[in-house]
């Protein structure tokens, strides 16, 4: 099925259910679902909820699953916070074994719209934070992999005994 006007094709449904635009073939670039083509392809994404730390426009991940239920276990959101404009980016995972997908809650790591990166915490105090339970270690290497590879630099901090290595 091509969808045009006045003779330039823009919009492709091939016989495999296969979708782009631009006058492309997905069959040509890998066989994607959906194929959108040209200079500065944008692909936007809305959500009409308006409410401060809740609303959300996400794309989530699944690889396998029923016939029915949501079995996505990683998702990509930005998640509204004080006003339209102050929006963070949330990666969430989740790992059940369930047919319940995952959601904004399930956040693993946060970009915030200043730019700070949040892993195991919402509240960025450094450009970088990370939190975690108290019986968890944190730990941070920096590794070489040229010639001569091998850990550069370690640190490892132990939450439930207060031990700090360097």
């Given at each position: 099925?091509?969808?045009?006007?006045?003779g330039s094709e823009r919009l492709r449904i091939d016989s495999s259910g296969l979708v782009s635009?631009?006058?492309?073939?997905?069959?040509?670039?890998?066989?994607?679902?959906?194929?959108?083509?040209?200079?500065?392809?944008?692909?936007?994404?809305?959500?009409?909820?308006?409410?401060?730390?809740?609303?959300?426009?996400?794309?989530?991940?699944?690889?396998?699953?029923?016939?029915?239920?949501?079995?996505?276990?990683?998702?990509?959101?930005?998640?509204?916070?004080?006003?339209?404009?102050?929006?963070?980016?949330?990666?969430?995972?989740?790992?059940?074994?369930?047919?319940?997908?995952?959601?904004?809650?399930?956040?693993?790591?946060?970009?915030?719209?200043?730019?700070?990166?949040?892993?195991?915490?919402?509240?960025?105090?450094?450009?970088?934070?990370?939190?975690?339970?108290?019986?968890?270690?944190?730990?941070?290497?920096?590794?070489?992999?040229?010639?001569?590879?091998?850990?550069?630099?370690?640190?490892?901090?132990?939450?439930?005994?207060?031990?700090?290595?360097?």
């Amino acid at each position: 099925l091509r969808i045009g006007s006045a003779g330039s094709e823009r919009l492709r449904i091939d016989s495999s259910g296969l979708v782009s635009q631009g006058g492309r073939n997905p069959s040509d670039h890998g066989s994607p679902n959906l194929l959108l083509w040209g200079a500065d392809t944008t692909l936007h994404i809305t959500s009409a909820g308006s409410v401060n730390n809740s609303s959300y426009a996400g794309i989530k991940f699944a690889v396998a699953g029923g016939s029915t239920g949501d079995y996505s276990k990683a998702g990509i959101f930005v998640k509204r916070q004080d006003s339209y404009n102050d929006l963070d980016m949330v990666f969430a995972f989740r790992s059940s074994n369930d047919a319940t997908g995952v959601s904004p809650s399930d956040e693993k790591m946060r970009i915030d719209s200043s730019g700070k990166i949040n892993i195991g915490t919402t509240s960025a105090t450094q450009k970088v934070s990370v939190g975690t339970s108290a019986s968890e270690t944190i730990g941070y290497s920096v590794d070489w992999t040229g010639s001569g590879a091998g850990q550069v630099a370690s640190f490892t901090a132990n939450t439930a005994t207060g031990e700090v290595r360097i």
